[in-house]
Nanobody, 117 residues
Framework: QVQLVESGGGSVQAGGSLRLSCAAS????????MAWFRQAPGKERELVSSISYLGTTVYADSVKGRFTISKDNDKNTLYLQMNSLKPEDTARYYC???????????WGQGTQVTVSS
């Protein structure tokens, strides 16, 4: 089993920045691809960004140019740098990991991000 623990969430004003971290308890083939999702109250969970084992990144249109995903393989840690935050970015952010980005087996408990106007 792999545990994913997110951190770095909080409250920030619009235009501010946060960096989320997701630490995996160990490396396996099933943590080589990772992603960030988010879910706002009353809305479905949506993909924010993903990174494949080759380093290929994907971003939701709503965050392109503002968010950057990265992964430190030595530390088994995934990051999400979020800049120019908007109130609509308010959500609970979840980290996920798997063999490929389209088949994610492990999920964290999430970290709350609240952006005020």
């Amino acid at each position: 089993q792999v545990q994913l623990v997110e951190s770095g969430g909080g409250s920030v004003q619009a235009g501010g920045s946060l960096r989320l971290s997701c630490a995996a308890s160990k490396y396996t083939h099933y943590t080589r691809a990772m992603a960030w999702f988010r879910q706002a109250p009353g809305k479905e969970r949506e993909l924010v960004s993903s990174i494949s084992y080759l380093g290929t990144t994907v971003y939701a249109d709503s965050v392109k140019g503002r968010f950057t995903i990265s992964k430190d393989n030595d530390k088994n840690t995934l990051y999400l740098q979020m800049n120019s935050l908007k109130p609509e970015d308010t959500a609970r952010y979840y980290c996920a990991a798997g063999f490929v980005t389209t088949d994610l087996s492990y999920w964290g408990q999430g970290t709350q991000v609240t952006v005020s106007s």
